[in-house]
């Protein structure tokens, strides 16, 4: 495949965060995650009365790619209001790096400004299956 467009999936991530549910931390995120077979799944930040039950748009654009059955990540982009590009929270990293090992991850912010990043740089050491006895 060929190198995916950083800046168009940080502009569908950009879209997507015009659909957070953030009624509480008023922060709001999107997330554009591109599959091997060319399709984009968008994901937003969802909040939730009780706090902690909130998923992040990195999970929620994920999931909703795994849910349609699509199992390898090219790329995913996150985007929010932030000074740099957007850091996601190590719950993120977590995920990314069982669900999109080998995805390039790119970072925005509402500028032109994006990093790019995979997931063991996000995540050095992170827990995978292996780790689970056998
Ligand atoms: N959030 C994300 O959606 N992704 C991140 O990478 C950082 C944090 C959300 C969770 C919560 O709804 C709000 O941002 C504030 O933490």
Known sequence: ???PDYAALATAARA???RAYAPYSHFAVGAAA????GRLFVGCNIENAAFPVTCCAERVA??????????????LAVAA????????CGSCRQVIFELAPHATIILANMGEEITV??????LPGGFTPDDLPQ
């Open 1 to 3: 495949m060929m190198t």
């Open 16 to 18: 997507a965060r015009e």
């Open 34 to 37: 591109l599959t091997a077979s």
């Open 62 to 75: 994920l999931f909703a790619a795994y849910a349609e059955g699509e199992r390898e990540i090219v790329a």
């Open 81 to 88: 209001d932030t000074r740099g590009p957007v850091s996601p």
């Open 117 to 122: 990043a995979f997931p063991h740089e996000l």
